[in-house]
C-alpha cells in the first residue's frame, strides 16, 4: 500500500459558522495504480489532496504513506514531499527565469544532487516526455500543454512513488487535457508510475484504474 487515508476530516470556521469540507474521507492507493477523484466545484477536491500530501493537516483521521503515519507536523514530512510525493497543480508554477531543464533540476538539486547530474537527469526526463526539443526554452516559450508537460517531468524528477496531481488540466483546452491524460496512463504503464488526480471532468476520470466523488465529505466509488 503506498498511500492510505483513514477517516479523515476537516472544517473551517467562517464567521459565525462551521463548514465541513471531510467528513470521514477514506482512500487506498496501490503502487502503480491511477486513481482519479472528482466532484463539484469547492467540495474539498484540493483540500484532500493537500492533506495527502502533506501541505495541510486534517482535524482527524490518518495518512499512512508507504505504511508510516505521518502529517505535514512530523520530522521527515519536508523530506518525504521531496522524495516520495511529486506534486502537480492546475497552474504549473515553473520559475519563469529558469529554462525547462533547469526547473525540472530544481527538485533534484534541493535533494543534494550535483550539478551537472540533476541537469542531464532533467534532460533526460524531459525526452521522455517528448520535449527534448525545447530543453533550453523558458516557461513564455512553451505552450500551455508543454508548460504542464514540464511540470509533470519536473514532479517525476526524484523518482517519487506517487504523484498527486490537483486539476492538472484545468487550464488546457479539450484536446490537451485527453493528450496529458495519456501521458499520465503512458507514464503509468511505463514506468509504474502511481498517480492520484482531481479533476473536475467525469469523463476523464474515467480513464483512471479506480474513479471515486467526492460528495458531503465522503469518497465514493464511481
Known sequence: MILSAQNICK????????????????????????????????????????????????????????????????PDAPFIRNSKIGFVFQFHYLVEDLTAMENVALPLLIAGKKIS??????????????????????????????????????????????????????NLDPANSLELWKLMRQLNQDLGQTFVVVTHDRELAKLADKSYELVQGKLNPL
Open 11 to 74: 472544517a473551517y470556521q467562517d464567521s459565525h459558522r462551521t463548514i465541513t469540507v471531510l467528513d470521514g474521507a477514506n482512500l487506498q492507493v496501490q503502487a502503480g495504480e491511477l486513481v482519479s477523484i472528482t466532484g463539484q466545484s469547492g467540495c474539498g477536491k484540493s483540500t484532500l489532496l493537500h492533506i495527502l500530501g502533506l501541505l495541510d493537516d486534517s482535524d482527524s483521521g490518518t495518512i499512512e504513506i508507504g505504511g508510516v503515519q505521518v502529517n505535514s507536523r512530523h
Open 117 to 170: 547530474t540533476s541537469m542531464d537527469e532533467a534532460k533526460a526526463i524531459l525526452g521522455k516526455l517528448g520535449l527534448q526539443e525545447r530543453i533550453t526554452h523558458f516557461p513564455n516559450q512553451l505552450s500551455g500543454g508543454e508548460q504542464q508537460r514540464v511540470a509533470f517531468a519536473r514532479a517525476l524528477a526524484n523518482k517519487p512513488s506517487i504523484v498527486l496531481a490537483d486539476e492538472p488540466t484545468g
